[in-house]
Nanobody, 123 residues
């Protein structure tokens, strides 16, 4: 059974950077689109970014476009989310999901989820 584990979260000051990783076990990611969600307390879950199975297509929410970059290394069975120019409003729990395909920045019909990693942006 495919399992996903996120890592790389932490606390940074505004303007800082973090790189999140989503590593898979129990299966391979190369047959799945992979996306990142985030959810802050009291807010709805937001699809942040999604990458196609091959990595040839990526999509981003308007709120992160130009600051975040999603990539994948199928050989390493890992997907990354590079987050630059972080803002306090980026504070949330970030989770990755394996899905059938990307519907814009949202992974459609997720089949596996990670537990999430906390990102806090504060001065």
């Amino acid at each position: 059974q495919l399992q996903l584990v996120e890592s790389g979260g932490g606390s940074v000051q505004p303007g800082g950077s973090l790189r999140l990783s989503c590593a898979a076990s129990g299966g391979t990611l190369d047959t799945r689109a992979i996306g990142w969600f985030r959810q802050a307390p009291g807010k709805e879950r937001e699809g942040v970014s999604c990458i196609s199975r091959s990595g040839g297509s990526t999509s981003y929410a308007d709120s992160v476009k130009g600051r975040f970059t999603i990539s994948r290394d199928n050989a390493e069975n890992t997907v990354y989310l590079q987050m630059n120019s972080l803002k306090p409003e980026d504070t949330a729990t970030y989770s990755c999901a394996a899905a059938a395909y990307c519907r814009g920045s949202v992974p459609a019909f997720p089949v596996a989820w990670g537990q999430g990693t906390q990102v806090t942006v504060s001065s």
